[in-house]
């Protein structure tokens, strides 16, 4: 992984606060990812033909290019959800530190205590 590698937003929600949790835990200790954050939203959505109101949890996982299948892989192994919402975004425009930080713990196989 290089400089020039880009860094990636990882989205994915769940209605269960523990799922969250574990989705979370389990791919920032593969370092797959190098945080998130959960926070609790309100969702309206079609479902099964009908009209659906919820509270979820919304993760959002600061990653690489080059985790992005493997961390795919294991929400949809760890997800709740027949149909997991699984949405990766680019980064555009990042500070150069907190990408450093991003790229440096995504490569590194220090065990995380």
Known sequence: MDKESFCINIITVTDNINIARKISRTLLQKRLISGAQIEKIESIYIWEKHQT???EYK???KSTEYKVEECFKL???LSNYKC???IAQKIDYIDKD???W???EC???TDII
Do not use: C
């Open 59 to 61: 993760i959002t996982m």
């Open 98 to 100: 907190f990408k450093t």
């Open 107 to 109: 490569i590194s196989k």
């Open 53 to 55: 109101e919820k509270e």
């Open 102 to 104: 991003i790229l440096e």
């Open 84 to 86: 997991p919402e699984i």
């Open 75 to 77: 929400i949809k192994e």
